[in-house]
């Protein structure tokens, strides 16, 4: 199998960090079968969810749905490829069951957002 680098190098920050993250709202995200539970990746996982649903809900989530990891190839960005930037991007994502609306919480502006302006 090819090197792939392990989500516990790269989510290195403290789950204090998640409140400097970007919320997007997105509609919708119908794939899930890519997302990943972060309790299988990270030790506290709690300390990160429970941030991210403090977050996702200031932002407008009906606090329904299941938190996940959500990673964006590096492809999907432009810059310098550097070795940090080869690894992409891992958001937090929730989807609403309510009304399928997906929350993103992400540590750089997404290309998606440009949709918004």
């Not at 403090?54 to 964006?72: C, T, V, Y």
């Not at 929730?94 to 997906?102: A, E, F, I, P, R």
């Amino acid at each position: 199998m090819a090197y792939s680098k392990p989500i516990k190098e790269i989510i290195t920050y403290p789950p204090e960090a998640l409140r400097s993250f970007r919320p997007v709202m997105y509609e919708w995200i119908d794939n899930l079968d890519f997302t990943l539970a972060p309790d299988d990746y990270l030790a506290n996982a709690g300390a990160y969810i429970n941030i991210a649903r403090e977050l996702f809900s200031a932002a407008g989530w009906n606090g329904d749905g299941d938190i996940r990891l959500m990673w964006i190839p590096p492809f999907m960005f432009s810059g310098v490829r550097t070795a940090e930037f080869t690894v992409g991007v891992i958001v937090w994502h929730v989807k609403q069951q309510s009304d399928g609306l997906s929350w993103i919480l992400s540590p750089v502006e997404l290309p998606c957002e440009s949709e918004f302006e």
